[in-house]
């Protein structure tokens, strides 16, 4: 087979990505459905605040320590056998939940879906590395982020009329049917390429050379060292700490961290009963703010996809700028005493869209830094960041909450405003691990002979940024 023909892009690629998106879609429905039912949850359940958070905490907390895990299975077992089993899971939590009249049924419904939600998109993003060659990768990446997030919508307007209009009892059951119907696209759609069309990732230290390096043959500057951390013999298996060691690694971990937890807190839990409650919208309106938030997500994916391609070298700075631009947002909606314009909302929520993919990015490191072989591992790792930091906002806002104002699930504007300042804890550990892993990364790479210029500099010679 030519070169030309290895690297071109079969149809059954187009169709593994149709299907996966479709499974990731399901799950991402399964995952915030409880966002749109917050205010329904309070009252069937009796709790309050912290009770309600410990819902979208179990589930987060649960998905994020099953991504190593997930990781290591997918290595092993293969992409479509961990979307059959992490889809039957999810639908069975769903089950559970659509029956479920005390909070701890619910919360064992939330670990279900948790786990069953863990390998689903990591092993989706192994099947865009696979299919697709390295230089389409990033972009195609954000298309699946863009078109499974779509979820969002199917939550915030199709399920949220069918749970005011059918009953707690009959939505969840009919998302525990969408959960055997993604396990059924699976078995139908879901393959790995042949080996003679696989793209995978040239594991590197000196940062993805299918990324950054010269077109043609790699120079010997531009090679993996032997003896660098995050090379690994191919005779030699890699354990998870080994895949998880490099720095570009970490990076991507850091990076998915800030980009993804303050709209999944919007998103996933306090979003409708913030707007609801606190600025005095109506349900309609706060499902329209969450609609948004996923238009925006799917606007601003393709954008940040191919930034991240033609530019792989400055990929940090596009998530350092998405995480200032979401504090700036968040200022100017919490810092006023009185409720904000619709219009100001909406700001906020466009600005929030765009962190998802964003952290995206985190993804795109893992592939190019990881180790053959242990993707999914990498993967899964990068993955855990933003939902370990999701778990922090959610239970700090909720415990705040709890805090200002025991004994009620009755919240005012000035309690929410205390309450999600406490994001400002998880987005300056994301930023400064950010910071710290780009520093190693950058020193690693300049070992192995990459060096990145300054931004004046490389506008000075003309470089590709």
Same mark, same amino acid.
């Given at each position: 087979?030519?070169?030309?023909?290895?690297?071109?892009?079969?149809?059954?690629?187009?169709?593994?990505?149709?299907?996966?998106?479709?499974?990731?879609?399901?799950?991402?429905?399964?995952?915030?459905?409880?966002?749109?039912?917050?205010?329904?949850?309070?009252?069937?359940?009796?709790?309050?605040?912290?009770?309600?958070?410990?819902?979208?905490?179990?589930?987060?907390?649960?998905?994020?320590?099953?991504?190593?895990?997930?990781?290591?299975?997918?290595?092993?077992?293969?992409?479509?056998?961990?979307?059959?089993? @992490? !889809?039957?899971?999810?639908?069975?939590?769903?089950?559970?939940?659509? /029956?479920?009249?005390?909070?701890?049924?619910?919360?064992?419904?939330?670990?279900?879906?948790?786990?069953?939600?863990?390998?689903?998109?990591?092993?989706?993003?192994?099947?865009?590395?696979? %299919?697709?060659?390295?230089?389409?990768? $990033?972009?195609?990446?954000?298309?699946?982020?863009?078109?499974?997030?779509?979820?969002?919508?199917?939550?915030?307007?199709?399920?949220?009329?069918?749970?005011?209009?059918?009953?707690?009892?009959?939505?969840?059951?009919?998302?525990?049917?969408?959960?055997?119907?993604?396990?059924?696209?699976?078995?139908?759609?879901?393959?790995?390429?042949?080996?003679?069309?696989?793209?995978?990732? #040239?594991?590197?230290?000196?940062?993805?050379?299918?990324? #950054?390096?010269?077109?043609?043959?790699?120079?010997?500057?531009?090679?993996?060292?032997?003896?660098? $951390?995050?090379?690994?013999?191919?005779?030699?298996?890699?354990?998870?700490?080994?895949?998880?060691?490099?720095?570009?690694?970490?990076?991507? /971990? %850091?990076?998915?961290?800030?980009?993804?937890?303050?709209?999944?807190?919007?998103?996933?839990?306090?979003?409708?009963? /913030?707007?609801?409650?606190?600025?005095?919208? &109506?349900?309609?309106?706060?499902?329209?703010?969450?609609?948004?938030?996923?238009?925006?997500?799917?606007?601003?994916?393709?954008?940040? @996809?191919?930034?991240?391609?033609?530019? $792989?070298?400055?990929?940090?700075?596009?998530?350092?700028?998405?995480?200032?631009?979401?504090?700036?947002?968040?200022?100017? #909606?919490?810092?006023?005493?009185? $409720?904000?314009?619709? %219009?100001?909302?909406?700001?906020?929520?466009?600005?929030?869209?765009?962190?998802?993919?964003?952290?995206?990015?985190?993804?795109?490191?893992?592939?190019?830094?990881?180790?053959?072989?242990?993707? @999914?591992?990498?993967?899964?790792?990068?993955?855990?960041?933003?939902?370990?930091?999701?778990?922090? !906002?959610?239970?700090?806002?909720?415990?705040?909450?709890?805090?200002?104002?025991?004994?009620? &699930?009755?919240?005012?504007?000035?309690?929410?405003?205390?309450?999600?300042?406490?994001?400002?804890?998880?987005?300056?550990?994301?930023?400064?691990?950010?910071?710290?892993?780009?520093?190693?990364?950058?020193?690693?790479?300049? &070992?192995?002979?990459?060096?990145?210029? &300054?931004?004046?500099?490389?506008?000075?010679? @003309?470089?590709?940024?």
């Amino acid at each position: 087979m030519s070169h030309v023909a290895a690297r071109a892009t079969p149809r059954a690629a187009w169709a593994v990505l149709g299907a996966a998106a479709f499974i990731y879609f399901v799950a991402i429905v399964q995952r915030t459905s409880l966002g749109i039912a917050g205010v329904e949850a309070l009252d069937r359940f009796g709790v309050e605040a912290i009770g309600l958070s410990m819902l979208s905490v179990v589930q987060i907390s649960v998905y994020a320590s099953l991504q190593l895990p997930a990781g290591a299975l997918l290595d092993r077992l293969g992409p479509r056998r961990m979307l059959v089993i @992490g !889809s039957l899971i999810m639908g069975t939590g769903q089950l559970t939940l659509a /029956f479920a009249d005390t909070i701890w049924l619910a919360l064992l419904a939330r670990v279900l879906i948790g786990a069953g939600d863990a390998p689903i998109f990591v092993a989706a993003t192994r099947l865009v590395s696979e %299919w697709f060659p390295p230089r389409r990768a $990033p972009l195609m990446v954000q298309i699946l982020g863009m078109l499974g997030q779509v979820g969002q919508i199917a939550s915030a307007i199709p399920v949220a009329w069918l749970l005011h209009q059918s009953g707690w009892n009959a939505a969840f059951s009919i998302l525990a049917a969408l959960g055997l119907a993604a396990a059924a696209m699976s078995l139908w759609q879901i393959r790995m390429p042949p080996v003679d069309h696989a793209h995978h990732a #040239v594991p590197s230290v000196a940062g993805a050379q299918g990324e #950054v390096a010269p077109a043609g043959p790699p120079t010997p500057s531009h090679s993996a060292s032997a003896h660098s $951390p995050g090379t690994h013999s191919a005779d030699a298996p890699a354990s998870i700490r080994d895949a998880i060691r490099p720095p570009g690694v970490r990076l991507g /971990f %850091w990076t998915h961290w800030t980009g993804l937890f303050s709209a999944n807190t919007v998103a996933l839990l306090w979003g409708v009963p /913030f707007f609801v409650q606190g600025q005095g919208l &109506s349900t309609a309106e706060a499902s329209g703010l969450l609609t948004l938030l996923v238009i925006t997500n799917i606007a601003s994916a393709p954008i940040i @996809g191919t930034l991240t391609a033609r530019h $792989p070298l400055r990929r940090s700075w596009l998530s350092l700028g998405a995480a200032t631009a979401t504090a700036i947002a968040w200022a100017t #909606v919490l810092i006023p005493s009185g $409720p904000r314009p619709m %219009w100001q909302l909406a700001a906020l929520i466009v600005v929030l869209g765009a962190g998802g993919p964003a952290s995206l990015i985190g993804m795109d490191y893992a592939r190019t830094f990881g180790l053959r072989g242990r993707l @999914g591992t990498a993967t899964g790792f990068a993955n855990i960041g933003g939902f370990a930091a999701t778990v922090l !906002s959610v239970a700090l806002v909720g415990a705040v909450l709890q805090v200002v104002s025991p004994g009620t &699930s009755e919240y005012t504007l000035d309690d929410y405003r205390i309450a999600l300042t406490a994001m400002a804890v998880p987005w300056v550990i994301g930023v400064a691990g950010i910071l710290r892993s780009r520093r190693r990364t950058r020193a690693l790479m300049a &070992s192995d002979g990459v060096v990145i210029p &300054s931004l004046r500099q490389a506008l000075r010679e @003309g470089r590709r940024l």
